[in-house]
């Protein structure tokens, strides 16, 4: 695995040099650059599943507040990230506040992500987050976190079902 590891820096230290470099054009070499780049990323992506199964996953308790909890907090803070967006629909900079809504905003689904659900109701308000927050497009890797937690809950609640290969 370290090995893999010295590979992918290796190469992202080749694009990064590729990119700074002055001889052609960035046109003539986009393309090879992105190959490596995807090969790169692949060696990191199974650097990281390498990793995930030598350090078993801890997660955070959410106490004192359950996913359900988290869940509602995020819910309004999207409703009035919302509402002042369409306020200042037109106006050529956003306001600090919207931004800073929408750092609230990411840091709860962290914490939603990272929850272990202790009830059907923490469980379906994980499920429920993945998919308003997706919006049917977006893909963020706290999906498979909160589904994941989601998955052992209910493995845990069935008793012997086991889901994972």
């Given amino acids: 695995m370290l090995a893999k590891a010295y590979r992918a820096n290796n ?33 990191v992506g199974e650097i990281i599943d390498g990793l995930d199964t030598l350090v078993p996953a801890k ?15 995020w819910k309004a803070l999207r409703a009035s990230q919302k509402a002042m967006a369409a306020s200042h629909l037109g106006s050529p900079d956003n306001p600090p506040e919207l931004d800073q809504l929408e750092s609230q905003s990411e840091a709860l689904s962290q914490q939603i992500a990272r929850c272990v659900p202790k009830t ?33 809950y209910l493995t845990s609640k069935s008793g012997s079902l086991s889901l994972v290969a």
């Fill in 11 to 43: 190469i992202l230290i080749t694009c990064g040099l590729s990119l700074e470099s002055d001889t052609g054009s960035f046109e003539a070499h986009a393309p090879s650059i992105a190959d490596t780049l995807k090969s790169a990323t692949d060696i």
């Fill in 59 to 73: 997660r955070p308790s959410c106490e004192p507040h359950g996913p359900a909890m988290l869940f509602d907090r």
């Fill in 120 to 152: 059907d109701t923490d469980a379906a308000a994980m499920l429920e987050w993945c998919i308003q927050d997706s919006n049917g497009s977006i893909l963020s890797d706290l999906y498979p976190q909160a589904q994941r937690a989601v998955i052992d």
